[in-house]
């Protein structure tokens, strides 16, 4: 007479239940385990904020520890981290403007990794390059097109701007910022003076950017006139 398997509690039926799955024959089955296994979609999202964690962490760190005397060494690790295949890497080169903030006194080389990091690739003949270069140009165009600043965080925000544009006129001197671009963007910059309602700000965003670029731009100006 075929005896009736009984569970008297819980834990004997999960202990029961573990034993290997058999077949109609009586043979033991290994389920396949997946290389690939299915992940509830948080655990996912939790790694990849996890993985930008890390990535922006270790790129602040880096430019952090910045210094002349270690461009070539700065340069070297930075290119390591491949930021130009990252999916963040609009949070990175909001970091690098926002370090030429920080940091004004080392904007030329911040430039100057930008320019690296979009040279690297393009030597190589890799896409990816440009995607780099694209996001710098977006971030260009976004401080551009924020003119109007008001309210309890004015003097940070105005503080910031004249950063970015400084920043932006070391792109231009690393030549990722075309001549034609910035002459448009100087013009509008002095619009404001035209306007009934004067903005120093933008006024002396734009005297200082010509202090920085204006050789250059005569230079490149008179190279395409001749």
């Known amino acids: 007479m075929e005896r009736r398997m009984e569970y008297n509690t819980k834990k004997d039926w999960m202990r029961k239940t573990n034993d290997p799955i058999l077949d109609r024959q009586g ?4 389920l396949h385990q997946s290389l690939n296994p ?4 948080r655990e996912k999202e939790n790694g990849k904020e996890e993985k930008e964690r ?8 880096l430019l952090n520890g910045a210094s ?3 461009k070539d060494a700065l340069m070297k690790v930075f290119l390591e981290y491949r930021v130009h295949e990252s999916p963040f890497l609009n949070e990175v080169v909001s970091i690098i403007f926002d370090m030429a903030v920080e940091v004004p006194d080392y904007c030329s080389l911040y430039a100057a990794l930008c320019s690296a990091q979009v ?17 710098i140009l977006k971030k260009v165009q ?11 965080v004015e003097d940070t925000l105005r503080r910031a701007r004249m950063g970015h544009i400084n920043f932006i006129g070391h792109l231009y001197l690393e030549r990722l910022i075309s001549l034609r671009f910035m002459h448009y ?25 010509l202090e920085k670029i204006g050789k250059k731009m005569e230079e490149e100006e008179e190279k395409y006139d001749g």
């Open 119 to 135: 040279g690297s690739k393009l030597k190589s003949g890799a896409s990816m390059g440009s995607r780099f270069k694209s996001e």
């Open 185 to 209: 963007r100087v013009i509008d910059l002095l619009k404001s003076i035209n306007e009934v309602s004067t903005d120093e700000d933008l006024i002396d965003c734009a005297v200082r950017l």
């Open 68 to 70: 002349r005397e270690r």
């Open 54 to 61: 890390v990535l922006l962490r270790s790129i602040k760190g």
């Open 38 to 41: 299915w992940r509830p979609s």
């Open 27 to 30: 043979k033991s089955v290994h």
């Open 142 to 152: 976004e401080i551009f097109n924020t003119k109007t600043i008001s309210g309890k």
